[in-house]
């Protein structure tokens, strides 16, 4: 399984990005899928969640309201709209793949993805 990150780039504050993520798998809906960041001199942490049927989502406290995750099962590809952003968003962000039993759970933890993209910079200017 190969997940390709898309989107990034140099984006002005209050601006806005969407990141794409494509994963190689005809079975996308068995996925839970997550996106991550990791800004400079900072551990990687989870930015928003998404369980297999899209039905469920979580979002970081920092981003809520202003980011949206969402899915398409046809296309295998995750998206994560941003809206808003602000130079403290600036980080790589990585999108996670868990291959999941339950179709209304997300996860949290990044040490319970199984598959992870190569990242995509994303740069907000002040």
């Known amino acids: 399984v190969q997940l390709q990150a898309s989107g990034g780039g140099l984006v002005q504050a209050g601006g806005s990005l969407r990141l794409s993520c494509e994963i190689s798998t005809r079975t996308f809906s068995s996925y839970a899928m997550g996106w991550f960041r990791q800004a400079p001199e900072k551990e990687r942490a989870l930015v928003s969640g998404i369980s297999r049927s899209g039905g469920k989502t979580y979002y970081a406290d920092s981003v809520k309201g202003r980011f949206t995750i969402s899915r398409d099962n046809v296309k295998n590809t995750m998206y994560l709209h941003m809206n808003s952003l602000k130079p403290e968003d600036t980080a790589v962000y990585y999108c996670?793949?868990?291959?999941?039993?339950?179709?209304?759970?997300?996860?949290?933890?990044?040490?319970?993805?199984?598959?992870w993209g190569q990242g995509t910079l994303v740069t907000v200017s002040s």
């Open positions: 996670a793949a868990r291959n999941s039993a339950y179709s209304g759970s997300y996860y949290v933890d990044e040490d319970e993805y199984d598959y």
